[in-house]
Nanobody, 120 residues
Framework: QVQLVESGGGSVQTGGSLRLSCTAS????????MGWYRQAPGKQRESVAG???????NYADSVKGRFTISRDNAKNTVYLQMNSLKPEDTAVYYC??????????????WGQGTQVTVSS
């Protein structure tokens, strides 16, 4: 059994910054890709950024140049540094990870979500 716990959400004004963190725990053998998604009210969940086990990254066009994803494998943690925030970034942010458990099962896990609100 594995779980992901996010932290770092909150409310900021336009142009502000936030740093989200997500830590995996449980029966972890290794972690493959990790990523961040978001879901705004009335909209579908969308991918924001992803990072592979080899630290290759990808970003949604809407956040390129403003958001940075990184990971600390020793801490089983993925981060999302969000700068120059805009009201349209307001959403619940979820982290995800593909985890190989100690029982050698693949677990595509999700966090519970953290609210990010950007006011104009």
């Amino acid at each position: 059994q594995v779980q992901l716990v996010e932290s770092g959400g909150g409310s900021v004004q336009t142009g502000g910054s936030l740093r989200l963190s997500c830590t995996a725990s449980g029966s972890i053998r290794s972690i493959d890709a990790m990523g961040w998604y978001r879901q705004a009210p009335g909209k579908q969940r969308e991918s924001v950024a992803g990072i592979s086990s080899g630290d290759s990254t990808n970003y949604a066009d809407s956040v390129k140049g403003r958001f940075t994803i990184s990971r600390d494998n020793a801490k089983n943690t993925v981060y999302l540094q969000m700068n120059s925030l805009k009201p349209e970034d307001t959403a619940v942010y979820y982290c995800s990870a593909r985890i190989l458990t100690t029982e050698r099962f693949i677990s595509d896990s999700w966090g519970q979500g953290t609210q990010v609100t950007v006011s104009s």
